[in-house]
């Protein structure tokens, strides 16, 4: 029943191409990564992943334990643990859920277990909410783990294993939550290129922890911190994390020579020349793609960067990006309250912040609680910002499209 | 590229429905995506499921406002406003109705553009045994717009539908054959749309 692929299609070795739900091929990536073990307590819009692993367990295509808890804060422990016994883990959850784990989420990054979360993307309630924004993530914006984006299904596939190559390596030794925003991912049909398991295998080494829980080896894990070595600790906890940067890199580089899919902490489309810059984190980086090149046909110079990899936060990477813009136009997806701006605009000013001919930040809360953010919208964004007669101060933001 | 959107009541299948195009697009070697747009999740309110469909990879992640086709999966929707709002110039509705050509136009407000008609639910009752029109109209669109192809819909169908894929795609088959189109005065939208 297969028709002939048209010339545009281009299936690369070790792959075959498929229709698949994002959530399923994300379940997919994990059962490829051949966890041992998978807690997780059902919430929209993380459930199809976690139906979909809970059913290749029954089936016997994951050779997997599977631990239906009562709560979030039981998924996240149970993967502690099993981690720390040396199991490679996988849990999901979204919003409410992560808020209800996230004590246990500080434990296990304090604890260095390389456990493997995708966060399924959506606000906080309340009110309440079931709908995609950033707010949940933003939450635990400080926990120490390493925190990335994707954008489409593909990405959503491959940076599964990307998330368990990194965290497991043994200069990383740190947990990775791979953010996929709710609905306009998790619920998306689309085409994606799946890996043979023996490119996988080629990619991902068994897991082989440096200290692991057993009788015959007493080692203690979770220790009381004591005020004399607190301090010591939280600092050698910031080091780590900023030191998994170039790990996270050549993990990004030995997926792209394996597949021919490249990914970067932060990436580019259309910058060159460009007056404005777009700046975008998660699923909205497809439309705004879009919205370049309309803006480009009416002679718009606008470009667009996308922050793939949000802790560590790529500084460096990111100056580089902007670098001879004149403007920068930060979509957020979370309102920090009374603070100063949304949480990525915030971060993207502190990286710029006394930088000679550095462009000017304009910070827009937009896509909160799945509020669509079309083509049309970013067009009025991109005017709105070549329309301001003064650069806006720091603190100020503007929550786009909002009716008084 | 080919935005469809898709109206029906919760539990009729618009999500299914979005998500059967999109895989039978992608069977061709062609690109596509289908989108729910999730509200409350109460079965009969109404709801909207979208899918595009192209020849080159798929960046727009949105919602649809400017459907090239949309398809009424239930007849008491066909009065509303939201059907025909956006459609393109030379778009089409195709609507489950038992109704002709003018009662139809009428119920969509003076609607005078291309319109497909057929009774899904008649067939519904007729092959599943049960209103539920989603695989049906999915052969009106085949029928309206030659793309994808009948074949390309049975490998989804029966990884979906497992036993009854059989019944849903004779229900598509059926919904093919009877499908009336009828191309109208052009004129996309009633006045005021």
């Known amino acids: ?404 | 590229m080919i935005e469809v959107r898709i109206h029906g009541r919760g539990g009729q299948g618009a999500v299914t429905s979005a998500e059967m195009l999109a895989h039978a697009t992608i069977e061709e070697g062609r690109y596509a995506q289908a989108i729910p747009s999730f509200g409350p999740e109460r079965r009969g309110a109404p709801v909207a499921a979208f899918a595009r469909m192209d020849d080159e990879p798929i960046r727009l992640r949105t919602n649809i406002y400017r459907p090239d086709y949309v398809l009424v999966l239930d007849p008491s929707l066909l009065g509303l406003p939201a059907v025909p709002a956006g459609l393109k110039p030379g778009g089409m509705i195709l609507a489950n109705t038992s109704a002709g050509e003018a009662e139809a136009r009428e119920v969509l407000q003076g609607y005078r553009g291309r319109l497909a008609l057929v009774d899904a639910t008649a067939i519904a009752y007729r092959v599943l045994k049960l209103p539920i029109t989603n695989t049906a109209m999915l052969g009106a669109l085949v029928r309206a717009t030659g793309t994808p192809r009948i074949e390309s819909f049975i490998e989804p169908l029966r990884e979906r539908f497992g036993r009854v894929a059989d019944r849903n795609i004779e229900a598509l088959k059926a919904a093919y054959e009877e499908t009336s189109i009828f191309e109208g005065s052009g004129d996309p939208l009633p006045a005021g749309a």
């Open chain 1, 1 to 404: 029943m297969k028709s002939a692929i048209p010339k545009t299609v281009v299936v690369p070795p070790g792959h075959r191409r498929v229709g698949m739900e994002d959530s399923h091929a994300a379940a997919l990536a994990v059962r490829q990564c051949n966890v041992d073990v998978v807690a997780a307590y059902p919430i929209t819009p993380q459930t199809h992943i976690v139906e979909k692993l809970a059913e290749m367990v029954a089936n016997g295509e994951l050779d997997a334990e599977f631990v239906p808890v009562e709560s979030e804060h039981s998924a996240m422990t149970v993967c502690v643990g099993a981690e720390a016994a040396g199991a490679r883990t996988f849990t999901c959850t979204s919003s409410q859920g992560l808020i209800l784990m996230s004590e246990v989420v500080y434990i296990t990054s304090a604890m260095r277990l390389p456990c493997v979360m995708v966060l399924a993307n959506r606000s906080l309630s309340g009110p309440l909410s079931i709908w995609c924004d950033h707010s949940d993530v933003m939450s635990i914006r400080d926990c120490g783990w390493i925190q990335t984006f994707a954008e489409n299904g593909q990405e959503v596939y491959d940076l599964v294993f990307h998330a368990y190559r990194v965290a497991e390596m043994a200069d990383v030794q740190t947990p990775v939550i791979l953010n996929v925003d709710g609905f306009y991912l998790t619920h998306v049909v689309e085409s994606l290129l799946v890996a043979d398991q023996e490119v996988v295998d080629r990619y991902l080494p068994p897991y082989r922890p440096r200290h692991s829980l057993h009788p015959d080896r007493p080692v203690t894990m979770g220790a009381y911190g004591v005020p004399d070595l607190f301090t010591e600790t939280k600092k050698a906890q910031d080091e780590a994390l900023r030191a998994t940067y170039p790990h996270i890199v050549r993990a990004w580089q030995e997926w792209g020579d394996l597949t021919g899919r490249h990914y970067h902490p932060v990436e580019t489309y259309r910058t060159e020349g460009a007056r404005v810059l777009l700046f975008t984190m998660g699923s909205i980086g497809q439309t705004a793609m879009v919205a370049v090149d309309t803006l480009r046909e009416q002679g718009l110079p606008v470009g667009l960067v996308k922050l793939r990899l949000w802790r560590p936060f790529p500084h460096e990477d990111l100056r580089r990006a902007v670098a001879g813009a004149e403007h920068l136009l930060v979509l957020d997806r979370a309102v920090s309250f009374g603070g100063p701006g949304g949480p990525v605009a915030s971060e993207v000013r502190s990286a710029l912040y006394g930088q000679v001919d550095a462009p000017v930040v304009h910070d827009f809360i937009v896509g909160l609680a799945g509020r669509d953010v079309a083509v049309p919208d970013f067009e009025a964004m991109v005017r709105e910002v070549l329309a301001r007669k003064t650069a806006p101060r720091h603190e100020d933001y503007v929550i786009y499209g909002a009716r008084e």
